[in-house]
């Protein structure tokens, strides 16, 4: 896939989701002469030709991010200019967080991330240190900040259970030259202290990914060549999901080979647990094709040859 056409993308669906020490502004700056200079550099680290030169660009751009949420302000500013950056506050309005990354040549990508933290003592910044590379079963893994499983967060609610609230991030991962997927991922503050994942997830099987145990996260795997949906409607209080599969059966885990099949799943909310329902009738976010048009098994429908 063309680089430039992925980040098109990428930018779109950020677009579409659409103190100093003292807590004040250096003097003359404002928070939009930092959202001017991020939206800049960020618009660069898009565009870099070298792998050298868009990570250099990314340090200039983590540091002045940094500066900038060093502002009291900066909590609420929207950031609307700064396109190549996701800014998500979580419904508790208890912390944001800030992700975003660089393309590296051999066709993966590094990702990066902070989080703007409301304490007692005011606002704190928490660095997020992508440690997915080194993690061969990252869903059963409870996360903290300095071992972050990086992604692009492009939606987020919360779910309540009893005295128990959620944070629950979508996120995406262009991951590698072959394989793309999408998460689900709960974010908690507690005590302070901010983590990643939770045991809600009641999938035994998921997109023919079956679970050892309860998860702490789930991913959806499938080919860099399609485009899978993947997001929360309120309306049916449930994410709702592409159905993946492979064309053939005999591509069973071969997740290169997974796109929509034109049906959907869905994740419900029932007892403190997302409960997994199967093909799912809903109306609501997302347009459903009638059934004649669905292909048995596979990335899409074949096209039928035209009579002579």
């Known amino acids: 896939m063309d680089m430039k056409y992925l980040f098109s993308t990428i930018l779109f669906l950020f677009i579409s989701i659409g103190f100093a020490q003292d807590g004040e502004l250096p003097m003359g700056k404002t928070m939009a002469d930092y959202e001017q200079e991020l939206t800049a550099l960020g618009n660069e680290i ?84 992508d440690q997915s590379a080194e993690m061969e079963k990252p869903e059963y893994a409870w996360l903290k900040p300095s071992k972050w499983f990086g992604a692009i967060y492009y939606q987020t609610f919360e779910v309540k259970y009893k005295k128990n609230r959620y944070q629950v991030y979508l996120g995406y991962r262009p ?50 060549k399609v485009v899978a949906s993947l997001k929360y409607v309120p309306a049916e209080k449930m994410i709702i999901m592409d159905h993946l599969s492979p064309p053939d059966a005999s591509m069973k885990g071969q997740w290169e080979q997974y796109g929509p099949d034109f049906s959907y799943d869905g994740l419900e909310w029932e007892d403190g647990k997302f409960q997994l329902r199967k093909q799912i009738e809903f109306n609501s976010g997302l347009q459903q094709v009638i059934p004649e048009q669905r292909p048995q098994q596979g990335l899409a429908p074949k096209k039928e040859e035209e009579d002579n």
């Open 46 to 129: 898009v565009t870099g030709v070298t792998e050298e030169e868009r990570l250099t660009l990314n340090k200039e751009f983590n540091d002045l991010l940094y500066d900038c949420l060093l502002q009291d302000e900066s909590f609420d500013y929207p950031f609307e200019k700064v396109r190549n950056l996701s800014k998500l506050t979580a419904e508790s309005k208890q912390f944001r967080l800030f992700t975003w990354l660089v393309p590296l040549k051999d066709g993966t990508f590094q990702y990066n991330g902070m989080a703007l933290v409301k304490q007692k003592h005011g606002l704190e910044i928490i660095d997020l240190k």
């Open 175 to 224: 991951g590698d030259r072959k394989v793309q997927e999408k998460i689900i991922e709960v974010v908690q503050l507690k005590n302070g202290k901010l983590e990643f994942g939770a045991k809600i997830f009641e999938t035994p099987l998921l997109a023919d990914f079956k679970y050892e145990q309860r998860p702490y996260r789930l991913r959806l795997r499938y080919s860099k």
